[in-house]
């Protein structure tokens, strides 16, 4: 079965599980295309396309489409974050799991089954006992609003996520739902004393007469002072030459690395606007490209140059003729 947009009143195709996969990104460009979009919308809580591309993809790797890993995927402290439900739903999705079922479930203890295909079943429970040992900066985990107002609701996620990740660590590799990694610590450096004995006592091979040969100290990495403009710049069209073109007026003293940022963002954000737009006049009509305008004259990175050109983009959409009937007849009208 095709599927294909069709004029209202026109015979409407039924959605299978074939169709809700037509629009999902085939490759980098039309994700990248999608997180343009989906970042000028605002939907999401999505800060910026590089997020919403890395949500795309890590959805991906997790057997997902696009829009469920928006709306389920979130990065917190520089890593993905799932929600419990959906860490059980990607075991059962899998092929791996017989059932994933709740025993018990109360506002004092959680209980989860789950059996792997081929594997016995595991039983996992999660307790308020439990939960009270849990320290975050030296305060009980329930001590929190969030644990005191919806105990049954927290103690189940803490069961599911656990026993998923133990049952199927090569679904959910370093993944957490978002409670569980803000209570994670950052890692401490190794001291510099550590490591060089580590290294001293690896490398001492020969008798134990001998004196291990000294460690020598690692080399500072160079910090590229152009690594944010250059990742910026990456985001729109001609971006490579604005790079090189600020890089060059920067080290000749003529702009500010400060004042190339901001305009690469600008561009960028103009970029992402006109992008949107264009999306908008395709398939949502006046009101879509209003909408459109509306999130650029909120947005803080353009500047009256930049909102006047996304302005003229939009305008120029909005008066556009209406394309000619295909062979097969009109596929879509835009609404004037």
């Given at each position: 079965m095709t599927n294909a947009i069709v004029p209202a009143g026109a015979h409407q195709v039924a959605i299978t599980p074939d169709s809700r996969r037509a629009l999902e990104p085939r490759s980098f460009e039309e994700a990248f295309k999608l997180a343009r979009v989906t970042a000028a919308s605002g939907m999401f809580g999505v800060k910026s396309p590089e997020e919403a591309c890395v949500r795309i993809m890590t959805g991906v790797s997790l057997g997902l489409t696009a829009m469920q890993s928006l709306r389920g995927i979130h990065v917190v402290k520089g890593r993905p974050v799932?929600?419990?439900?959906?860490?059980?739903?990607?075991?059962?999705?899998?092929?791996?799991?017989?059932?994933?079922d709740c025993e018990h479930t109360s506002a004092d203890k959680a209980v989860y089954v789950t059996k792997r295909v081929g594997r016995p079943e595991r039983r996992l429970e999660w307790t308020m006992a439990m939960a009270r040992e849990v320290r975050v900066d030296g305060v009980p985990l329930t001590n929190k609003d969030v644990w005191k107002s919806y105990p049954g609701p927290m103690l189940r996620a803490r069961c599911i996520a656990a026993l998923a990740r133990m049952v199927y660590p090569?679904?959910?590799?370093?993944?957490?739902?978002?409670?569980?990694?803000?209570?994670?610590?950052?890692?401490?450096?190794?001291p510099d004393e550590v490591?060089?004995?580590?290294?001293?006592?690896?490398?001492?091979?020969?008798?134990?007469?001998?004196?291990?040969?000294?460690?020598?100290?690692?080399?500072?990495?160079?910090?590229?002072?152009?690594?944010?403009?250059?990742?910026?710049?990456?985001?729109?069209?001609?971006?490579?030459?604005?790079?090189?073109?600020?890089?060059?007026?920067?080290?000749?003293?003529?702009?500010?690395?400060?004042?190339?940022?901001?305009?690469?963002?600008?561009?960028?954000?103009?970029?992402?606007?006109?992008?949107?737009?264009?999306?908008?006049?395709?398939?949502?009509?006046?009101?879509?490209?209003?909408?459109?305008?509306?999130?650029?004259?909120?947005?803080?990175?353009?500047?009256?140059?930049?909102?006047?050109?996304?302005?003229?983009?939009?305008?120029?959409?909005?008066?556009?003729?209406?394309?000619?009937?295909?062979?097969?007849?009109?596929?879509?009208?835009?609404?004037?």
């Open positions: 799932l929600s419990a439900d959906l860490m059980a739903a990607i075991a059962l999705a899998s092929g791996q799991c017989e059932y994933f090569d679904l959910l590799l370093g993944v957490y739902t978002p409670e569980e990694l803000a209570e994670q610590p950052p890692a401490a450096p190794m490591a060089v004995e580590v290294v001293a006592f690896a490398q001492s091979e020969g008798p134990a007469t001998s004196r291990p040969p000294a460690a020598r100290p690692s080399p500072t990495p160079e910090v590229d002072p152009f690594a944010e403009l250059r990742a910026v710049c990456k985001t729109f069209p001609g971006g490579e030459t604005t790079f090189k073109r600020s890089v060059k007026a920067v080290k000749a003293g003529q702009l500010e690395l400060s004042d190339a940022l901001l305009q690469a963002r600008e561009n960028a954000a103009m970029a992402s606007h006109q992008a949107a737009a264009e999306e908008a006049a395709e398939i949502g009509g006046p009101e879509a490209l209003h909408a459109v305008l509306a999130r650029a004259k909120a947005d803080k990175r353009l500047s009256v140059y930049g909102l006047s050109e996304v302005e003229k983009r939009v305008m120029a959409l909005a008066e556009a003729p209406e394309p000619a009937p295909t062979a097969e007849g009109t596929l879509w009208r835009r609404h004037r």
